[in-house]
């Protein structure tokens, strides 16, 4: 699983000019199974996301993510192997 922490390096109003299309870019990303969660960070600064796709596919998606292609955020990719998940998220296991 990675983990993907995006972070702001313009100010908020540059930040929401790009926001529509950002979003609809997220969009495509969950029908194609990319991520399984997102959400702004609080203050807000960015965004994690989760996905359980492959690296390759993972990076493909964020090249084409219009923060990205607009220089608004930076991304940090983490892995993560979840060997420990609560009752219900046992699909987030690692195999």
Do not use: C
Request: hydrophobic share 45%; no cysteine; proline share 4%.
């Amino acid at each position: 699983m990675y983990v993907i922490s995006l972070s702001y390096k313009v100010p908020t109003d540059i930040v929401d000019y790009h926001l529509a299309d950002h979003v609809s870019w997220l969009q495509e990303a969950f029908d194609e199974g990319v991520f399984i969660a997102a959400g702004r960070k609080i203050p807000r600064t960015g965004a994690l996301l989760l996905s359980t796709t492959d690296r390759d596919s993972l990076d493909a998606s964020l090249a084409k993510d219009p923060f990205y292609v607009n220089g608004v955020a930076e991304f940090e990719v983490m892995e993560f192997h979840a060997n420990r998940v609560a009752p219900g998220f046992e699909n987030l296991l690692d195999n």
